[in-house]
């Protein structure tokens, strides 16, 4: 049976019919979003506020927070993810040189660096991109030496030792920090490769 169309006109859907006001039911709805936001951010601001008051000194307080949420232990894959709290700065530069057969050093410079981010670092410079994803890859290292002399204008055949190595300066702890009068130690030069 069809009904007519007159009556059909006046209908306004099913919350004419339900027995809660409009309003209660937007009210539950933003409770609702509300509760699973917290419920997904909150455990990693609580591990956050842990790491954070453990590395401010008080241990007590801050294992009792991270201890707050075990679960997220097995979220995460037994990684520790803080939200950019515990991020090791850049404090290492990547440097190649060549010494040439009548003794003298060059240090290599590549004319197009490719910046990491683009952005000015506060503690430590910005160092270019392709250093960082070769610094664990000692042949990829070599062959970028290699290219840096082409690109430098140096003949190979002069050259008579290539060094790649890194320039590195440590944090000083705060009371270190204060006796030096700076937040740095001193710079050291360690050699990755020699050959």
Not at 96 to 113: C, I, N, Y
Not at 183 to 189: A, D, K, T, V, W
């Amino acid at each position: 049976m069809n009904i007519p169309s007159s009556s059909r006109i006046g209908s306004t859907g099913p919350l004419e019919h339900s027995p809660f006001p409009r309003a209660w039911l937007q009210g539950l709805r933003k409770l609702a979003i509300i509760s699973l936001f917290a419920l997904t951010v909150g455990p990693l601001i609580t591990l956050n506020l842990g790491v954070n008051l453990e590395k401010a000194g008080h241990t007590l307080l801050g294992a009792r927070m991270r201890k707050a949420v075990p679960f997220l232990d097995a979220l995460l894959l037994r990684q520790q993810w803080t939200l950019f709290t515990d991020i090791s700065a850049f404090n290492y530069t990547t440097h190649f040189e060549v010494v040439m057969k009548d003794g003298s050093t060059v240090q290599l410079h590549d004319s197009a660096p490719q910046n990491a981010t683009g952005w000015t670092g506060l503690l430590f410079y910005s160092e270019p991109k392709i250093r960082n994803n070769l610094y664990g890859y000692p042949t990829g290292h070599s062959r970028y030496l290699e290219y840096l002399i082409r690109l430098n204008g140096i003949q190979p055949a002069e050259v008579s030792k290539r060094i790649i190595y890194i320039r590195y300066r440590n944090l000083l702890p705060r009371p270190d920090a204060t006796t030096a009068g700076t937040h740095y130690g001193p710079e050291i030069r360690y050699d990755l490769q020699s050959y």
